[in-house]
């Protein structure tokens, strides 16, 4: 499990995986997610824009991202 600080209201999904080191590139975190890998609050995503905030999970590829 990634633990995620963030200092402001929100976050895009696709700017938290590569913050997360998740993804090495905004491209592929846009590939991550328009594949149908990523879920947020167990939920699959296909939104690189969707607005991510404190208390949300993300999974992909069987790692856990809880934004603090």
Do not use: H, P, Y
């Not at 609050?41 to 790692?63: P, Y």
Request: net charge positive; with cysteine; hydrophobic share 40%.
């Amino acid at each position: 499990m990634i633990t995620q600080n963030i200092q402001t209201e929100f976050i895009r999904l696709d700017a938290l995986l590569k913050l997360a080191n998740v993804a090495q590139s905004g491209g592929q975190a846009k590939w991550m997610i328009q594949d149908g890998t990523v879920s947020v609050n167990g939920e699959v995503c296909t939104q690189r824009g969707k607005k991510i905030r404190v208390g949300d999970t993300v999974t992909v590829n069987g790692q856990t991202i809880t934004v603090e």
